[in-house]
Structures are given as structure tokens and as C-alpha cells.
């Protein structure tokens, strides 16, 4: 049974960091392309990052590029995603994904100062 876990999320203020987590189960990341999305209060879910199997590349909505990074951990068979330099406009829920059928509960992220 294919489940994935989000963990990380919580307050933090404008230019502070945090890390997300994805722990996937019923699979092996490594041979599937995961990704990132969020939603926004009243807004639509939209892409954030990806992680493709391999080798490995890694793509970026223009919004968050250079602030934030997606990575695997084959052994741990997690997905994290990095975030710096965070914006109010970066509030939102954040999902991991395995394509367009697998997606997590989402962990909520708030940039407020």
C-alpha cells in the first residue's frame, strides 16, 4: 500500500529556514520521479519541485528556485525538501507527491514575522 507521510512544517519568520520531510512506504523512491506542491489559502495547488528517478534531476518552479532544494534519501526512502530564504508568499500546505495518484496529507508552512 503506497503512503506518503509529510512532517516539518510550522512557524517561521520572513528569511528563516525550514526542512519537510516525506516519508514514503510501499515503494521505493528511487525508481519514481517525487515531487513537491502546495496550496495557498483560496489559491490552487501548484508545482514546487521535482526529483526525478534516475539519475536524478531535479526541477524547480521559477518561484522558489535558488531558495529551495529537493532531495532523496534512497536508504531512508524519504524525500526532503529544503527551505530557505522563506516569504509570507511561501505560506502555504505543502504536499509530496508520486505523480498524479499519491499524494500526502500535506504540512502546513506559515512565514509570518
Known amino acids: 500500500q503506497v503512503q506518503l507521510v509529510e512532517s516539518g512544517g510550522g512557524l517561521v519568520q520572513p528569511g528563516g529556514s525550514l526542512r519537510l520531510s516525506c516519508a514514503a512506504s510501499?515503494?521505493?523512491?528511487?525508481?519514481?520521479?517525487m515531487g513537491w506542491y502546495r496550496q495557498a489559502p483560496g489559491k490552487e495547488r501548484e508545482f514546487v519541485a521535482l526529483?526525478?528517478?534516475?539519475?536524478?534531476?531535479?526541477n524547480y518552479a521559477d518561484s522558489v528556485k535558488g531558495r529551495f532544494t529537493i532531495s532523496r534519501d534512497n536508504f531512508k526512502n524519504m524525500v526532503y525538501l529544503q527551505m530557505n530564504s522563506l516569504k509570507p508568499e511561501d505560506t502555504a500546505v505543502y504536499y509530496c507527491?508520486?505523480?498524479?495518484?499519491?499524494w500526502g496529507k500535506g504540512t502546513l508552512v506559515t512565514v509570518s514575522s
Open positions: 507527491n508520486r505523480g498524479s495518484e499519491y
Open positions: 526529483v526525478t528517478s534516475f539519475p536524478g534531476t531535479t
Open positions: 510501499g515503494f521505493t523512491v528511487s525508481r519514481y520521479s
